[in-house]
């Protein structure tokens, strides 16, 4: 009787782990909204990405599931459903935390590892220590709460909480070691997962040239990346960014019509005055003059190591190889800084320029 009693217990068990992982696995399957979207908090992110060009990606395989992260996923959703069930603040709109924001870069480079992998290669991946230990700007210039608008625009706390001194005096430390490895600037940075936007589009039939030929009609497309605004919480498209006049030698420097240019010049600024050149703006003046930031720069590693073979061959007219000039802005040395370069730095005034 104990034994038949005790393999009813483990049954009724066994049928409660399997009812439990296949209410489970269905949760996961299911369409969101049915789901997660049936909290308001969710549906705007939902509704959002609807429309996105990530929408026939689950929402699980970038925000993971209960269990995909073992105990901490575990209590970190737990938490989102006892604070969506006490708070009576009622959001409307969640946010993650930069933690949330670190794994979720994970799961993207899962399917974007070309650009994961020229990220990490470029300056755009430093991380706090690089950025908030540089001696040699903190002496020049005092780290303060704006510094997060370009160099850790998803972190949560103060200037006070991350590094101290708060002074151009040295030497500093940060005191949360925490954000020590974390990049400051993550995809979600320059990218929204849940961008309005329209899927790559594809023939309908290979066998009509009309479908697959050049002048096949385009689908308009938002631009695919922005910028975070810290200030504001919220994402902003490229092409909805302002456009700052920037002025050289007195007069307004023609600029390049891309949008993308504008998440460039929100971090990479001039001064009060808007002068080219001044702080860290890179914009082109001289012969460069409305070349976009991305005719030179990759977008993800930024290098631009071979960019000015692209328009300037080794054999050339002039007989100039500008492949073995110093063209870098890093170097006070440079007589052909490639932001500021003119005729006259290569030819000498009048020589070799035609007239017009």
């Given at each position: ?24 696995s269905a949760w996961n399957t299911a369409n969101p909204e049915k789901t997660c979207a049936n909290c308001h908090e969710i549906r705007p992110s939902f509704a959002s990405w609807e429309i996105s060009s990530h929408r026939e990606v689950a929402c699980t395989e970038c925000h993971g599931t ?291």
């Open positions: 009787m104990k034994k038949r009693k005790l393999s009813l217990i483990l049954l009724l068990f066994a049928a409660g782990i399997i009812a439990l992982f296949g209410a489970y209960a269990l995909s992260n073992g105990w901490h996923s575990m209590t970190e959703k737990g938490n989102m459903v006892l604070a969506h069930l006490t708070d009576d603040k009622q959001h409307n709109e969640i946010h993650l935390t930069e933690e949330q924001i670190i794994n979720t870069m994970d799961n993207c480079r899962e399917c974007h590892q070309e650009e994961y992998k020229k990220w990490i290669s470029g300056g755009h991946s430093a991380n706090y220590n690089h950025i908030f230990l540089d001696s040699a700007h903190n002496s020049m210039e005092q780290p303060y709460w704006d510094c997060f608008r370009c160099h850790g625009m998803h972190y949560e706390k103060d200037i006070y909480d991350l590094i101290e001194p708060v002074s151009n005096t040295g030497p500093w430390k940060l005191i949360d070691q925490d954000q020590a490895d974390r990049p400051v600037i993550t995809c979600l940075a320059c990218h929204q997962i849940h961008t309005t936007n329209s899927v790559h589009s594809a023939p309908e039939s290979f066998d009509k040239p009309e479908d697959i030929f050049y002048d096949r009609k385009k689908i308009e497309r938002n631009p695919h990346a922005g910028l975070y605004i810290r200030s504001d919480a919220m994402f902003l498209r490229a092409d909805l960014l302002p456009d700052p006049e920037i002025y050289y030698k007195g007069r307004e420097l023609r600029k390049a019509s891309n949008p993308y240019q504008r998440i460039c010049v929100q971090c990479h600024a001039p001064n009060f005055s808007h002068e080219a050149g001044t702080e860290d703006d890179r914009t082109p003046a001289g012969v460069h003059e409305g070349l976009a930031c991305m005719a030179c720069h990759d977008t993800h590693s930024n290098d631009a190591s071979n960019s000015c073979s692209q328009c300037h061959p080794a054999i050339s007219n002039c007989g100039l190889d500008v492949t073995t000039m110093n063209t870098s802005y890093h170097d006070p040395g440079s007589g052909n800084n490639i932001h500021f370069v003119s005729c006259e730095d290569c030819h000498g005034e009048g020589e070799g320029i035609s007239e017009r």
